[in-house]
């Protein structure tokens, strides 16, 4: 079991940056590899980013591509999403998730463990 609950979101202008953090409960965040998806109103959830159980290997959505990094923390039990460049687009609920699967996927029922979401609001 694995409990998430993700925070830095807020309201940041159009070419802002921001840093999303999303803390894990429980004794084998080690064993999970994570993801970033974001829910924009009236829109499916979509993939952002994700990162292997042990940090090496990433993967990112075309749309963030050279403007967002995942990375993680083991011992501090933490995932981040290092947001740059931000634009109006990128507005939406940011969701932390984790999966135990052997492989790391792309698709939201793939992943077992969801956190509450924190809101990123990118003004024009």
């Known amino acids: 079991q694995v409990q998430l609950v993700e925070s830095g979101g807020g309201l940041v202008q159009h070419g802002g940056s921001l840093r999303l953090s999303c803390a894990a409960s429980g004794r084998t965040f080690s064993s999970f590899h994570m993801a970033w998806f974001r829910q924009a109103p009236g829109k499916e959830r979509e993939f952002v980013a994700s990162?292997?159980?042990?940090?090496?290997?990433?993967y990112y959505a075309d749309s963030v591509k050279g403007r967002f990094t995942i990375s993680r923390d083991n011992a501090k039990k933490i995932v981040y999403l290092q947001m740059s460049s931000l634009k109006p687009e990128d507005t939406a609920v940011y969701y932390c998730?984790?999966?135990?699967?052997?492989?790391?996927?792309?698709?939201?029922?793939?992943?077992?463990?969801w956190g509450q979401g924190t809101q990123v609001t990118v003004s024009s």
């Open positions: 998730a984790a999966t135990f699967n052997e492989g790391i996927g792309r698709r939201a029922f793939e992943y077992n463990y």
């Open positions: 990162i292997r159980r042990s940090g090496i290997g990433t």
